[in-house]
């Protein structure tokens, strides 16, 4: 399935790595988001293949969660961010005139670098999203929570205390129940924004194990600034550096010829040194 | 030298500080020490008889809590709508000072022209008469203010990452105020309530035009044209003829009564108003 | 392995139909009212206070007679009223309130700040016929055993009416103003301890100056709860019409009765009036130049707490 060539992708190119007909997902091109007078991101290009944990990895600054954000429409929160350039999801404009983009992210999920848990009860939190989608019957919400929690990996430790507020957890507990409560809504693609740097290691390890899973059906796009998780958990690799104090694509390429890449090298030093 | 005048600072505003809590200690002791000896339980749940010289003042107290219960309905979804606009539908910041600057205004308006809009629009123009509905509606646009003002800034110290998270689930906006935003703020609409409703309790100005009398009216029986008796409006009447000891009695009483009413509000909303305060710097 | 639902892929992202947004029509809705009610509240005033306006034009501002019977109606010896006692309260309060500001927030430790500024909230929470209260039956026998001197009628005067009121508006200015004090940054004074400077000169050449546009608001905002103030001076002011002094530095109508704007209004003239249209469209016009005055304070008093908004945000 992966072809294990180097895909360079310089920002004048077309953006190259997948036939149109080979389950691409999402493909961003000509990106650039401005804040104010200030650009974040520039012309970033990209294309992202179904069923696979995607990488993008790179220095502090660069604009990964600024990406991940402009993806499920996040960014229109903030009136000063600006996003130009296209991003298809499976060939439909997501900046598109009349999308909807409250629709966009229940197929568009995400994760956040600290889990956010609502000031409620676990059961609550898990379905806070999907009971605003469709009407659920009692007997229904059980089996969605439960099926969430199983999903999450968390079931076999709160299945006796799903009445209890969810800010008791522990944080490495709260993460999965963020990803429970995002899995609840049932998206296609999980944006995962550093969802593991304000863990311990061995939640780090129950969420790795999760996306192995997980992209059986789903896509996951995760940002991280470690390069050994990104070595362990992806397929797909992409970096992003600061050229002139704006967000460049500098690599998009499969792991394994990922980390050969004499271009990324110098990224990975400087990566590894912070 | 210098020395001494760094001294003479502290004592001054020292013997400033001081001043004011003294303040504090002897009214509320001159208060109580007049007062106590009135307050008992038949003062508390007997009507009112010989014109405040006997009896207790169960229906004062009565009419005050439904002005304040009236007052409190009416402000609650005004300041509620008021908050929502300025945090969430207002997007630009000219509009959104606009708002506050009317809020502030409001503040500021002297309450006695909130009973004179009364008198003018409900009492006379509506022919409603003194009507408990009217006190009510003057006394919750009196404390609107102060009630938007703190749910509003409850409703901004409220963390981004809340919200994001809730709209990254697919959230409209809709959806989102009422189940991220509202319930996060609830603490601060308490708090506000509370204070208003500390400031209202103690207000004759506007109700006495429009909303109170001081004898002969119960339970009210209507909706619009019943008045009430006041705690405010009683000791106000009985102070402006107090020659008589036996009034005098129950008229500190009445005071401290009111005091007390006050202060449970005020202090009530303290650690709210703390527990948002912390939040606050934390977040 | 527990294994999840598919993916829901049906979602379509244009959405087509149009639903009303029903949480914000109301929520922009009710500050509509808001908003109505503050303007109605001024047409109002100015609509009825029309024929007073007709009937005497600037004389209703500036003439010194109020006979109701004659049809004359001057409302300055009620403006001179209300600003004489919220001079006095000024007077009063500014120096205790500030020095009490400056105590809390610069000279005492950091955790007693807080029990202070409630304790001194409590006092701000004392209704004002409470005041009025302890004014008729304590203050104004207080007023005229010391006043015996000059003669005077009784213990209702101006200058009780503007002691009261100075008790009364005191925490106002002492949490405003420390609020003020408080919200200038730690380093600063710190830095100027380090230069060398005693505390006492820390708080006059750093901490006051910085903080004056603040401490301005909070007299400002004082001033206008001290003018707006009915029952507790109603109480103790004497309620006596047409006593504008011969000059304005006379110190003579200080111990004698006056009227305010507050303390006319909140008087029986008030329900004599209705009925009679050019009365009637007097004692609104007094509501209507009360409205102006306050309006005006809040107004001014915004405009010295913009600035210190923007250091705030510097400094977060």
């Known amino acids: 399935m992966m072809d294990k060539q180097i895909t360079s992708l310089h920002p004048s190119e077309e953006p190259g790595c997948c036939g149109r007909n080979e389950g691409c997902l999402l493909e961003i091109a000509g990106l650039f988001v401005h804040a104010g007078k200030r650009t974040i991101l520039g012309n970033v290009s990209l294309s992202i293949k179904e069923r696979q944990v995607f990488g993008i990895v790179g220095p502090s600054g660069a604009g990964k969660s600024t990406l991940l954000r402009a993806i499920n429409r996040l960014l229109d929160l903030q009136p000063a961010f600006h996003v130009e350039g296209s991003i298809r999801l499976r060939g439909e404009d997501v900046y598109g005139a009349g999308v909807d983009p409250d629709d966009l992210r229940r197929r568009i999920g995400m994760l956040f670098q600290q889990p956010v848990v609502f000031p409620a009860s676990i059961e609550a939190n898990v379905i806070f999203g999907l009971r605003h989608h469709r009407r659920l019957r009692r007997e229904e919400k059980a089996a969605e929570v439960e099926s969430a929690l199983r999903g999450a990996a968390l079931w076999n430790e709160v299945k006796d205390r799903l009445r209890e507020p969810a800010l008791r957890l522990s944080v490495g507990q709260q993460q999965r129940l963020c990803l429970a409560r995002t899995l609840a809504v049932n998206p296609e693609i999980i944006l995962m924004d550093e969802p593991t740097s304000a863990l311990d290691a061995r939640s780090t390890d129950a969420i790795e194990n999760l996306l192995h899973v997980l992209k059986r059906d789903r896509t996951i796009i995760l940002v991280t600034h470690n390069l050994s998780q990104a070595r362990r958990v992806t397929d797909w690799v992409a970096c992003l550096c600061t050229e002139q104090g704006e967000g460049r694509l500098l690599e998009s390429a499969c792991c394994d010829a990922f980390f050969s890449s004499e271009a990324c090298q110098k990224v990975f030093e400087k990566l590894e040194d912070s | ?283 | 392995m527990h294994s999840l639902p598919k993916p829901d892929v049906n979602v379509k992202l244009v959405s087509k139909t149009f639903r009303w947004n029903w949480t914000r029509i109301a929520s922009l809705g009710f500050t509509l009212l808001a908003v109505v009610f503050l303007a109605g509240m001024l047409i109002l005033f100015l609509w009825q206070s029309l024929p007073v306006w007709r009937h005497s034009g600037v004389d209703f501002l500036f003439g010194g007679q109020w006979f109701y019977r004659q049809e004359t109606f001057g409302v300055l010896p009620m403006i001179y009223g209300t600003l004489v006692v919220s001079a006095i309260a000024l007077c009063l309060s500014i120096p205790l309130g500030v020095g009490a500001a400056v105590f809390s927030s610069e000279i005492l430790p950091s955790n007693f700040r807080l029990p202070l500024k409630i304790l001194v909230e409590l006092l701000a929470g004392i209704p004002s016929v409470v005041y009025g209260l302890l004014g008729i039956l304590l203050l104004r026998n207080w007023v005229y055993t010391l006043l015996t001197p000059f003669d005077p009628l009784s213990g209702d005067t101006l200058l009780t009416a503007g002691l009261l009121l100075g008790v009364m508006v005191l925490p106002t200015v002492m949490t405003l103003s420390d609020d003020a004090l408080h919200s200038v940054p730690a380093k600063q004074r710190l830095a100027a301890r380090g230069l060398g400077l005693t505390r006492a000169e820390a708080i006059f050449h750093v901490a006051l100056p910085q903080a004056r546009h603040g401490i301005f608001a909070a007299i400002l905002l004082a001033f206008g709860r001290a003018l707006g103030e009915t029952i507790a001076v109603f109480l103790v002011v004497g309620r006596q019409d047409n006593t504008l002094p011969e000059t304005f530095f006379s110190l003579r109508p200080l111990i004698e009765a006056g009227q305010t704007l507050t303390s006319k209004l909140g008087g029986s003239e008030t329900h004599i009036a209705y009925g009679e249209p050019l009365h009637w469209a007097a004692m609104v016009g007094l509501g209507l130049v009360l409205l102006a005055i306050a309006m005006g304070v809040t107004f001014f008093a915004s405009y010295f707490t913009k600035p210190k908004k923007e250091t705030d945000a510097t400094t977060c």
């Not at chain 2, 509606?137 to 809340?162: F, K, W």
């Open chain 2, 1 to 283: 030298m210098r020395r001494l005048a760094d001294l003479s600072v502290t004592i001054l505003t020292a013997v400033c500080a001081s001043a004011c809590i003294g303040l504090l200690i002897v009214i509320i002791g001159t208060i109580a020490w007049r007062g106590a000896s009135a307050v008992s339980w038949n003062f508390l749940t007997e009507q009112m008889r010989l014109a405040g010289a006997s009896g207790g003042i169960f229906y004062n107290i009565l009419g005050t809590l439904i002005l304040l219960g009236t007052a409190l309905t009416v402000s609650a979804p005004i300041a509620f709508g008021a908050a929502l606009a300025h945090g969430v539908y207002l997007k630009s910041p000219r509009s959104r000072e606009r708002l506050m600057m009317g809020l502030h205004v409001m503040n500021g308006v002297p309450s006695i022209l909130f009973g004179l809009f009364g008198l003018m629009v409900f009492v006379l123009f509506l022919g409603w008469g003194k009507s408990w509905l009217t006190g009510g509606l003057m006394l919750g646009m009196m404390m609107l203010p102060t009630v938007a003002v703190s749910l509003s800034e409850r409703i901004q110290t409220l963390p981004h990452s809340t919200i994001e998270a809730a709209t990254a689930l697919g959230l409209n906006q809709s959806q989102i105020v009422w189940s991220v935003i509202l319930p996060q703020s609830f603490g601060g609409w308490m708090s506000g309530s509370l204070l208003g409703m500390a400031r209202a309790a103690g207000e004759t100005a506007p109700i006495m035009f429009t909303a109170t009398i001081f004898a002969g009216a119960t339970i009210p029986p209507g909706i619009r044209e019943s008045p009430v008796l006041s705690l405010p409006y009683h000791i106000f009447i009985l102070a402006q003829d107090s020659f008589d000891p036996a009034v005098g009695a129950k008229l500190w009483g009445a005071a401290l009564v009111l005091l007390l009413l006050v202060f449970f509000f005020s202090l009530a909303a303290l650690p709210l108003r703390l527990k948002l305060q912390n939040a606050a710097h934390d977040g």
